[in-house]
C-alpha cells in the first residue's frame, strides 16, 4: 500500500485525476491551479456539473482535513454541484468520512464519493495502467528500492541508492521523457546532450530506474571498454555512461578510445534488442568529438540519431519543478516564506538563467547554510550571475582548508580515495602558503571535510567526488583566474594530480592565457617528484615525461625520460592499456627526443606492445589487436616481432571465440563481425578451421531462437501543460504556506 509520500500536491492531484478517469470512463476537465472555486476538476452528469477535489495531506491529523473541509463549503454552496467527489491521501475511516459528510453540507456528498488512503490504493489495484503512468508512485517506494538492491541489478552503492531516492519526488514531467522513450525503443542508444546543469542526468536516471524496476539488469560504468564486458546474451541488460566525453573538456586519449569502440558497440545495440544503453554528455563536448572523429558521424554510426537535447522547460514545468524542490526542500519555515512572500517565486520561474541544477542548489540548507546571506538575496546574486553560484561561498565562507580540500579534490580524478585526497590536501595547504604544523594536519583534513560535505563534497565507499559538477567549472574558472596553477605545480607529486594539472597547463597555453616555457623548471620539479612517487603506471609517466620534454626542450628531462624507459622495460603493461600503448608509440615518433633516445623509447615501448599482444590476445577485443597491429607496423621497431606478436594474440582470441560469439544478438551483427574477423586473420596468416564452425554454430542459433519481445515501457503522463498564468501559479504556490500540506 503507498503512502503517497514521494508525491507533491501536484503529482497527488493528477494522479487523483487519472484514476477516476479510469474508474468511471469519463474525461474530466482540468481546472488546474489558479481557480480557487473549490474545483480540481470536472465532469457533466446526466443531473449536471459534478465536481472533484483533491487534498493532499500526509502527515496532518484528521481535524486538519475536517478543518479544510468547512473551509470549502461555501465555495461549494456558489457552484451547487450535482455531485461532489473528495480524494485524499490521508487514512479515512467510516466515523471521519461521516464528519467529512457533515463539515460540507452544501455538497451532495455520499461517502462513497470520498476517496481515502485505502480507496485510492485499491483503485490502484483496479487500474494498474495508471500506477505504471505514474511511476513516480511506486519508483522510490521502500519495496522496489529492496528489490533492486537485492537483485543485484543496479552496482552502485546505497549512497547512490539514496540520490535516486531524492530525486524522483522533485522529477518533473516534460516532453524529454517521451522522446528519450522513442530514441530508445526505436535505437536502443540515447545520448542525453545539453548544457550545463539542464538536467541530463536527472532525466537519465529516471530512465535507468524505470528499467531497472521493470527488470533490466543495469551497469553503470566509467570506460566505454566496460561495455563489451558485460552485454550477456539471455539477459535484458541496460548501460548508462554518464559524463561519457568528460566533464569538462574533451582528452586526446578519451577521443581515441571512444573512436575505436563507441561506434561498434553502438551497432551492437542497435541490433540486440535486449541490449541498450543511455549516456549524458555536454552539447559542446559532443560537438568537439564529432568534429575530431570521422566514426561518429559517418553514415553507417550517424550518432546524432541517437541525441536527444535537453533544456528548455515551459513555464508549467518550470513553476512545478520549483514546486516540487520548496515542497520536497530542507530549507527553514522563514526561508521558505522569504521566497513566497511578494511573489518572489515568478521572478525565479520566469528568470532568463533559471535551470534545474541552480533550483536543486537554491533549495538546498547545506548550500544556502555556506553562502553566509538571506535566501533571497543569495537566488537574485546566483540567478543574475551564475557563476556567483560557487564564488562567495568560495571566497567568503569556505575556511581555508575547506579550500583546501577543494582544491585538492580538483587536481584528482572524478572520485578520488580519501586516503589520496589527504595526501593531495597537504600539498595544497602548502601551495596556498598556509602555515599548519604537520601534525595538526590529519586534524584539519577531518575537519574541513565535515565543513563542506553535503554542499560540496560527496563521499561514499570511501571517496570523495564533488557533490555538483559545476564546483570543477568554477574552480577551473578560479585557478586561472587567481593564477594558482604554478604554485600547485611546485607542490603536485602523484600521477593524477600532475596528469590533470598538464593537460589544463596545455589548454591554456595554447589559448597562450599563461606562459609557456616560463614554467618549465616548475614542471621540471613536478616530473622528479613523480618519479620519485613512482605514481601512475611507467608507461604513464614516459608518456608524459616525453610530451613535457617535447613542450619545452629541457635537458634536464632527458635523464628521467631515460629511467621511465627503463621502467616501463622492467615492468611491461598489461591488456587494460591497449589503446595507451598505442598512443604512446605514435607520440614518441613524432616527438623532439634526441635521436639515440628516441629510438630507445621506440623499441621498448614495441617490445611491451608486442609482449602485451602476445600474452593477452584472449583477453583483448578484435578492435584492440587491429589498432595494435597498425600502431606496430606504422611506428614500431621491430615488422617482425609485430607480426609474430599479431598472430600470437589472434590465436589467443580465436582461442576465446565461443565467450565472443555469444554475446552477438543478431545476424546482422554476426555478418560484420565475421567480416571484420576474417580480414585481420587474412592479413596476417592465420588459418583457424574452429572459427568457422563456431561462426556457423551461432549462426544457426540466432536463426532458431525465438524473437524475444522488445519489453518496452510505455504509458508515460502527459506532464506539466504549457502556458500558465500568474494567478494559476500564485494558487499553486498558496499551499506551500500551509502546514498541514507538509511532508
Known amino acids: 500500500m503507498y503512502d503517497f509520500r514521494t508525491l507533491s500536491p501536484l503529482d497527488f492531484e493528477e494522479l487523483a485525476r487519472d484514476l477516476l478517469q479510469a474508474e468511471f470512463g469519463l474525461r474530466f476537465e482540468s481546472f488546474g491551479p489558479g481557480r480557487d472555486l473549490g474545483i480540481d476538476f470536472r465532469f ?110 543496479y552496482n552502485r552503492t546505497q549512497a547512490e541508492m539514496d540520490v535516486i531516492r531524492a530525486v524522483v519526488p522533485k522529477f518533473v514531467h516534460n516532453d524529454s521523457v517521451p522522446r528519450a522513450e522513442a530514441i530508445l525503443e526505436k535505437c536502443g542508444a540515447l545520448i542525453i546532450a545539453g548544457e550545463p546543469g539542464v538536467g541530463k542526468s536527472t532525466l537519465a536516471r529516471m530512465l535507468v530506474w524505470l528499467h531497472a524496476e521493470q527488470d533490466w539488469r543495469i551497469s553503470v560504468i566509467d570506460d566505454i571498454r566496460e561495455a563489451f564486458e558485460i552485454a550477456d546474451e539471455g539477459e535484458r541488460r541496460l548501460i548508462f555512461f554518464d559524463d561519457f566525453l568528460g566533464q569538462v ?82 530549507i527553514s519555515a522563514v526561508e521558505r516564506e522569504a521566497i513566497l512572500d511578494n511573489d518572489f517565486f515568478l521572478n525565479i520561474i520566469d528568470h532568463r538563467n533559471f535551470n534545474p541544477r541552480l533550483i536543486e542548489l537554491l533549495t538546498s540548507a547545506d548550500y544556502v547554510s555556506i553562502t553566509g546571506m538571506p535566501i533571497r538575496k543569495t537566488v537574485e546574486a546566483v540567478l ?91 574552480l577551473q574558472r578560479a585557478i586561472i583566474e587567481d593564477r594558482f596553477l604554478p604554485a600547485a605545480i611546485g607542490v603536485l607529486a602523484e600521477f593524477p594530480e600532475i596528469d590533470l594539472a598538464w593537460r589544463l597547463f596545455k589548454a591554456l597555453n595554447d589559448h597562450k592565457t599563461t606562459p609557456g616555457h616560463t614554467m618549465a623548471a616548475a614542471w621540471i620539479g613536478a616530473a622528479g617528484r613523480l618519479m620519485d612517487q613512482d605514481s601512475g603506471t611507467a608507461l604513464e609517466r614516459l608518456d608524459l615525461l616525453v610530451d613535457m620534454y617535447s613542450q619545452f626542450d629541457a635537458g634536464e628531462l632527458l635523464p628521467l625520460v631515460h629511467e621511465a624507459i627503463r621502467e616501463l622495460e622492467i615492468a611491461g603493461i598489461d591488456a587494460t592499456k591497449a589503446d595507451k600503448c598505442c598512443k604512446v608509440l605514435e607520440n614518441i615518433v613524432v616527438s623532439l627526443l634526441p635521436m639515440a633516445l628516441l629510438d630507445d623509447a621506440r623499441k621498448v615501448v614495441s617490445n611491451v606492445t608486442a609482449t602485451m599482444l602476445a600474452d593477452y590476445g584472449d583477453a583483448l577485443t578484435l578492435e584492440e589487436i587491429r589498432s595494435a597491429a597498425e600502431a606496430l607496423f606504422e611506428s614500431g621497431a621491430d615488422q617482425n616481432a609485430a607480426g609474430a606478436a599479431v598472430r600470437a594474440a589472434l590465436n589467443g582470441y580465436v582461442g576465446e571465440l565461443s565467450t565472443t560469439l555469444d554475446e552477438l544478438g543478431s545476424l546482422s551483427e554476426l555478418e560484420d563481425y565475421e567480416k571484420e574477423l576474417r580480414g585481420l586473420m587474412n ?53 506551500l504556506r500551509n502546514p498541514s500540506h507538509g511532508r
Open 384 to 474: 543574475d550571475n551564475p557563476q556567483e553560484l560557487w564564488e562567495k561561498p568560495y571566497r567568503t565562507h569556505i575556511s581555508d582548508e575547506g579550500r583546501a580540500v577543494m582544491l585538492a579534490l580538483f587536481f584528482n580524478a572524478e572520485r578520488t580515495p580519501i586516503v589520496l585526497l589527504e595526501r593531495s590536501f597537504s600539498r595544497m595547504v602548502g601551495a596556498m602558503g598556509l602555515t599548519f604544523a604537520s601534525a595538526d594536519l590529519p586534524a584539519k583534513f577531518r575537519s574541513a571535510v565535515r565543513e563542506i560535505e553535503g554542499s560540496v563534497l560527496a563521499i561514499q565507499d570511501r571517496q570523495a567526488r564533488f557533490a555538483n559538477p559545476g564546483i570543477r567549472d568554477f
Open 683 to 735: 592479413d596476417y596468416g592465420i588459418s583457424d578451421a574452429r572459427v568457422a564452425r563456431r561462426i556457423e554454430d551461432r549462426r544457426e542459433q540466432l536463426i532458431d531462437r525465438e524473437e524475444r519481445s522488445s519489453g518496452g515501457y510505455s504509458g508515460w503522463s502527459a506532464g506539466a501543460r504549457g502556458y500558465v498564468s500568474n494567478d494559476q501559479i500564485r494558487s499553486m504556490f498558496v499551499g
Open 44 to 153: 457533466a452528469t446526466a443531473r449536471g456539473d459534478a465536481v472533484v477535489q483533491a487534498k493532499h495531506y500526509l502527515d496532518s491529523r484528521p481535524d486538519s482535513l475536517i478543518r479544510a473541509a468547512r473551509l470549502e463549503n461555501d465555495k461549494v454552496a456558489k457552484l451547487k454541484p450535482a455531485r461532489y467527489l473528495l480524494a485524499t491521501s490521508l487514512s479515512l475511516t467510516p466515523p471521519l468520512k461521516a464528519k467529512l459528510k457533515e463539515a460540507l453540507p452544501a455538497a451532495p456528498l455520499v461517502e462513497e464519493d470520498i476517496f481515502g488512503r485505502a480507496d485510492i490504493n485499491n483503485l490502484l489495484g483496479r487500474h494498474p495502467e495508471i500506477e505504471k503512468k505514474h511511476f513516480k508512485l511506486w519508483l522510490a517506494s521502500a519495496s522496489v528500492l529492496e528489490r533492486i538492491l537485492h537483485s543485484g541489478v
Open 249 to 330: 573538456r574533451l582528452s586526446t586519449d578519451l577521443i581515441r578510445g571512444m573512436d575505436q569502440r563507441f561506434p561498434p558497440f553502438l551497432q551492437r545495440v542497435r541490433s540486440n534488442k535486449d541490449l541498450r544503453f543511455i549516456l549524458t554528455t555536454r552539447d559542446y563536448i559532443l560537438h568537439q568529438a564529432q568534429a575530431q572523429s570521422s566514426r561518429l558521424t559517418t553514415p553507417a554510426i550517424n550518432a546524432s540519431e541517437f541525441v536527444l537535447n535537453v533544456g528548455y522547460y515551459t513555464r508549467s514545468a518550470r513553476a512545478q519543478m520549483l514546486f516540487n524542490h520548496l515542497y520536497f526542500s530542507d
